[in-house]
Each structure stands twice: as structure tokens, then as C-alpha cells.
């Protein structure tokens, strides 16, 4: 974990040097995040973006106190998992540190709203995408449970006519989304969130 320090500490003398909005809208998780331009993509939202490149989830839950929680967010945005796969771990450790991060949140923040965008696909990873999509079935079926958490499909939009990853929404190392992709994604993610926001929301 000590790799991390320096970046979180920078999220910490951001929070000192600035306000930050309660009931928050907080995007946290791997590089898909950090380089999501969500304060320009969701403007009208008081987003904070905490996302830290190369993270697996269980990165995220060691610095949650740090990085979530403080906020006290009225949603969260998680993007995490896809590291993860990459680095040998099973679909069933992927959802058992989900888990484990939904358990942090509700332990001290009980009415926050979760919202998984689930592990993408991706050219350079392709071959990892049959457990990928095993991990998302396994959080998606547990969403299901519980209508504090919500399951985003982000892996159907980017796919291309053949079923494989659209190219034109990568950038040239066929992981990372490019502009496109992120447009594709604000767009759809845009309503989830707002009806995340809502006090009546009903379980999706």
C-alpha cells in the first residue's frame, strides 16, 4: 500500500486547501476513474473524483477511511475489478472485496447509494473477459439484493458489431477509454446517478 501514500496524501492537502459539497457524488477506483473528466462531464453534480491509477479494489478498501468515507458521500461511482483480473485474482476474491467495500460504506454511511460500473472490456485484456463477466454476474445478482446498490452495465456499449471491443472508444493501448468512451459512458451513466440522488428512489 505504501506505493499509494504520496497520492493520497495530495487528496489530502486538496480537501484542506478546498470545500468539498456534501451529499457528494463520489467517483472512486482505478485509472478508469482518475481519468474520467467527471467534473466536466457532470458539471451540474457536486462530484469528487478519487481515482487512483493501477488500484484493485482492495486498495480502495485500505484507504476508504481516507478516501470515501470522509466525504460522506450521498452516491458513490466504483470503478474498480479490472486490475485485479489482471493480476490473477479470481471472479470470487473480485466480488468478495466488493464485498467488503459495500460493508465499509453502509458500516459508517448506512444511506449511501453504490453504484458498480461493472469491469470493462477491453483489446488488451480480451482474453480475461469470460472471468470479467463472470466477477460482474456475481455483483450484479448481488445489487439485486440490496436497493442501497446499483449494477451499470458498462461493458455492452462499448462493445462493436462483432461482439468484440469497439476500437474507435479506446485509446491506441486498447485499454484505457478514449473521449468517445467516456462519452458513451456519461451519457448513460447520467440518469442512473441522477435517480440514485432521489430520496424515493426505488430499487432498479
Do not use: C
Not at 46 to 69: D, M
Not at 84 to 101: H, I, L, N, W
Not at 149 to 162: H, K, N, V, W
Request: charged content about 30%; overall charge positive.
Amino acid at each position: 500500500m505504501a506505493k499509494w501514500g504520496e497520492t493520497i496524501r495530495q487528496f489530502e492537502d486538496w480537501d484542506r486547501k478546498n470545500s468539498f459539497a456534501s451529499d457528494a457524488v463520489l467517483f472512486v477506483g482505478s485509472s478508469s476513474i482518475k481519468l474520467w473528466p467527471t467534473r466536466e462531464s457532470f458539471g451540474e453534480l457536486p462530484v469528487i473524483n478519487r481515482g487512483f491509477g493501477g488500484s484493485q479494489i482492495s486498495e480502495v478498501n485500505h484507504f476508504a477511511e481516507r478516501i470515501v468515507l470522509r466525504y460522506a458521500p450521498k452516491v458513490i461511482v466504483f470503478y474498480a475489478g479490472d486490475n485485479d483480473m489482471a493480476a490473477g485474482k479470481s471472479p470470487k476474491r473480485v466480488f468478495d472485496d466488493y464485498r467488503e467495500f459495500v460493508k465499509i460504506v453502509h458500516g459508517k454511511l448506512p444511506r449511501t447509494r453504490i453504484v458498480f460500473v461493472s469491469i470493462k472490456p477491453s483489446g488488451r485484456r480480451w482474453s480475461l473477459w469470460p472471468v470479467m463477466a463472470q466477477a460482474n454476474k456475481m455483483v450484479e445478482d448481488f445489487s439485486g439484493t440490496d436497493r442501497r446498490l446499483i449494477y451499470f452495465d458498462s461493458a455492452t456499449p462499448l462493445l462493436a458489431g462483432d461482439g468484440k471491443p469497439d476500437a474507435k472508444l479506446f485509446l491506441k493501448d486498447n485499454l484505457h477509454l478514449n473521449a468517445d468512451g467516456y462519452r458513451v459512458w456519461t451519457r448513460l451513466l447520467r440518469p442512473v446517478i441522477e435517480e440514485a440522488m432521489r430520496p424515493s428512489t426505488k430499487k432498479r
